[in-house]
């Protein structure tokens, strides 16, 4: 598991290898209030598959970057 921060948040990939083959996407927004821990999970859509971990892990990357900016912005209804 890699740990990243984007704008104050950490964001940990955890992008799974499928049985079929080739990696789909998955990351968690880890929020800490200094009084609770909330863990969002991103995950890609069923039909995405990646060729690589990396590329998996970028695009878990890319959604969570998109999560936290619409959570920062109002964009996602949240905020």
């Given at each position: 598991?890699?740990?990243?921060?984007?704008?104050?948040?950490?964001?940990?990939?955890?992008?799974?290898?499928?049985?079929?083959?080739?990696?789909?996407?998955?990351?968690?927004?880890?929020?800490?209030?200094?009084?609770?821990?909330?863990?969002?999970?991103?995950?890609?859509?069923?039909?995405?598959?990646?060729?690589?971990?990396?590329?998996?892990?970028?695009?878990?990357?890319?959604?969570?970057?998109?999560?936290?900016?619409?959570?920062?912005?109002?964009?996602n209804g949240?905020?």
């Amino acid at each position: 598991m890699k740990r990243k921060s984007y704008k104050d948040h950490v964001v940990e990939l955890l992008s799974h290898r499928r049985r079929s083959g080739g990696w789909y996407s998955r990351a968690t927004v880890i929020i800490d209030d200094g009084k609770t821990v909330k863990k969002i999970p991103i995950l890609s859509r069923r039909r995405t598959r990646f060729d690589t971990l990396l590329e998996a892990d970028a695009y878990a990357m890319e959604l969570a970057k998109l999560w936290i900016d619409g959570k920062i912005w109002g964009g996602n209804g949240r905020g």
